[in-house]
C-alpha cells in the first residue's frame, strides 16, 4: 500500500518531473539510484583498466594522445557520477569503500583483458557503443543530478565509440594479420558486450520497479535489441563476421534474431570469477592505497588554511 507521500512522489514521476536531492523520496529510490548510479561510477574507472593497458604500446603518437584522452574521460565521467550520488547522502569514500570490500559492483565487461591493438578499436566500438545504447535513454532518467551527468557523458562518449570504429576500419582494411586481428577482437568482445546490457528481462529483479520510479527508461532486452540492429550493419561495412550463427534479420519484427549470451558465463563474472577480476580489484586497491599521502597532505592542507582564516 502506497503513503500519501509516495502517491504524491509516484504522480510527480509519472508527470515527468525532475526529482531533486532535497526532495522527499521513497527509501528504496534512494537505494535503487545509490546502487546504480554507485555501480556506474565504479564502471567508469575500472573501465580504464583495459584501456590504459595499451596507452604505453598505442601504434602511433596520434593513437596515443587520442587513447589518452578517452581513458581521462572516463575519470570524469566516474567523478561526475560519484558526484551525482553523494547528493543522495552516501559519500564518494564510502562508495569506493564498498567497491574494494567486493559489495558494490561494477559492470561484467571490465573484466575481460584486452590482448591486442584491435581490442582497444573493440571496446571503444562495441563497448562505448552498447554503453551510449544504455546511457541515451537515461539522459530522461528522473532524478535530476543523474540525468545531467549523462546528457555530458553522451557526449563524450559518441566520440569515444567513433574513435574504436575508425581503430577497426583501419584494422579490418589491413593486412591479413591485421584483419585477422579485427575479427579475433570482434569474436571475443561481441557477447561479453551484450552481457553489459544485464541479465534477461526474466531474470532482472530491479527492473520492474526502476521503471516505475523511471530511473530505468528501458528494459534490459529492450536495449540489447537495439544494439545488435545497430551494431550488425557496423560489422557487415568493416567485413567483418558478428560471431553467432543463428543471426539472421526477422522481417516481421524489423530486427535480428540473435543467440542470447551464455548467462551462466555472467553470472560467474557477477561472482569475481571472470578473467581478470582478481587482477583488476588488486589493480584499483593499490591505487587506493598508494595515493592515501595525496589524500593525507590535501587534507592537512585544507586545515591549515581553515585554521589560517578562521584565527
Ligand atoms: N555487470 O535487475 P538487474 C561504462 C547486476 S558503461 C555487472 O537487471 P539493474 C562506459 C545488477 O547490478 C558500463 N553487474 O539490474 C565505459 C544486479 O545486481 P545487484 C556501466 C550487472 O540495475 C566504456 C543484478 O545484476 N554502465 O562504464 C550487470 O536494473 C569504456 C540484476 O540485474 C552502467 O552502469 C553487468 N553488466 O540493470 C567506461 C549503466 N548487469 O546490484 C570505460 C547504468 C546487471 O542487485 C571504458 N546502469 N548486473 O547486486 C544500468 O543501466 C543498470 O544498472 C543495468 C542493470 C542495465 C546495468
Redesign the pocket.
Known amino acids: 500500500e502506497m503513503s500519501a507521500e509516495e502517491r504524491a512522489f509516484q504522480e510527480r514521476i509519472d508527470r515527468g518531473e525532475k526529482i531533486e536531492p532535497t526532495d522527499w523520496m521513497p527509501e528504496g529510490y534512494r537505494k ?1 539510484l545509490i ?3 554507485g ?2 561510477a565504479h ?2 574507472i575500472v ?2 583498466l ?2 590504459g593497458n595499451w596507452i604505453t604500446r598505442a601504434p602511433t603518437l596520434e593513437r596515443k594522445a587520442i587513447l589518452l584522452a578517452k581513458v581521462q574521460d ?1 575519470a570524469g ?1 566516474g567523478l561526475y557520477l560519484y558526484c551525482a550520488a553523494e547528493t543522495l547522502g552516501v559519500s564518494r569514500d564510502e562508495l569506493i569503500e564498498l567497491l574494494h570490500a567486493g559489495k ?7 573484466n575481460y583483458p584486452t590482448l591486442t591493438w584491435a581490442d582497444i578499436g573493440a ?2 566500438w562495441l ?2 557503443g ?2 551510449i545504447m ?2 541515451v535513454p ?1 539522459q530522461r532518467t528522473s532524478f535530476g543530478p543523474y540525468s545531467r551527468a549523462m546528457i555530458r557523458i553522451c557526449k563524450e ?1 559518441s566520440f ?1 565509440q567513433r574513435q574504436g570504429y575508425d581503430i577497426m576500419m583501419k584494422m579490418a582494411g589491413g593486412n591479413e594479420a591485421q584483419r585477422r586481428m579485427a575479427q579475433d577482437a570482434l569474436d571475443r568482445f561481441w557477447y561479453p558486450s551484450l ?5 534477461s528481462d526474466k ?5 520492474a520497479q ?1 521503471m516505475v520510479w523511471k530511473i ?1 527508461i528501458n528494459t ?1 532486452d529492450e ?1 540489447r535489441q537495439k544494439f545488435v540492429d545497430q551494431t550488425v550493419p557496423q560489422a557487415q561495412y568493416l567485413g567483418l563476421t558478428v560471431p553467432d550463427e543463428h543471426l539472421t534479420w526477422n522481417e516481421e519484427k524489423g530486427g535480428y534474431d540473435f543467440s542470447e549470451p551464455d548467462w551462466s558465463e ?1 553470472f560467474e ?2 561472482k569475481g570469477n571472470g578473467p581478470c577480476n582478481r587482477e583488476r580489484m588488486a589493480a584499483r586497491v593499490k591505487a587506493w592505497e598508494d595515493g592515501a599521502w595525496v589524500r593525507d597532505a590535501l587534507m592537512a592542507h585544507a586545515d591549515k588554511h581553515e585554521a589560517a582564516r578562521t584565527a
Open positions: 535503487t546502487r546504480q548510479i555501480q556506474h564502471s567508469e573501465g580504464q583495459p584501456e572516463e565521467h558494490m559492483k561494477y559492470s561484467s565487461i571490465f571496446v571503444g563497448v562505448d552498447a554503453a544504455n546511457q537515461l562518449e569515444h552481457m553489459m546490457f544485464g541479465p531474470e532482472s529483479v530491479h527492473s526502476s530505468k534490459n536495449l555472467f563474472v557477477l
